[in-house]
């Protein structure tokens, strides 16, 4: 069973950074796009970022961009989310997700917060 698993979550003082993994099992990530989600206390979902299988193009909502940076290692299996000059808005449990769809990045799927596989999350807080 295809199985995704996330490390890296912990408490943060704000201005910090922190690198949360996402790592694949029992399948390959070369043909997945890989996104990263968020979800807050009493909150939706929402997409953070998301990087193409096929052209390694990435997409960041606005809150994040120009401090988080995606990335992908196909041969660790292993998708990346580095985060910096975190905030307390922040603070969420963190999900990664792998989807086959070819456009899933910039499609319906993952603006809408869906795709075929999850990890359980970490949570990420950031606090003084």
């Known amino acids: 069973q295809l199985q995704l698993q996330e490390f890296g979550g912990g408490l943060v003082q704000p201005g910090g950074s922190r690198r949360l993994s996402c790592v694949a099992s029992e399948f390959t990530v070369d043909y997945f796009a890989i996104a990263w989600f968020r979800q807050a206390p009493g909150k939706e979902r929402e997409g953070v970022s998301c990087?193409?299988?096929?052209?390694?193009?990435?997409f960041y909502a606005e809150s994040v961009k120009g401090r988080f940076t995606i990335s992908r290692d196909n041969a660790k299996n292993t998708a990346y989310l580095q985060m910096n000059s975190l905030k307390p808005e922040d603070t969420a449990v963190y999900y990664c997700?792998?989807?086959?769809?070819?456009?899933?990045?910039?499609?319906?799927?993952?603006?809408?917060?869906?795709?075929?596989?999850w990890g359980q999350g970490t949570q990420v807080s950031i606090s003084s």
């Open positions: 990087i193409n299988h096929y052209d390694n193009g990435t």
């Open positions: 997700a792998a989807d086959p769809t070819y456009y899933y990045c910039s499609g319906a799927q993952y603006k809408t917060s869906r795709a075929d596989y």
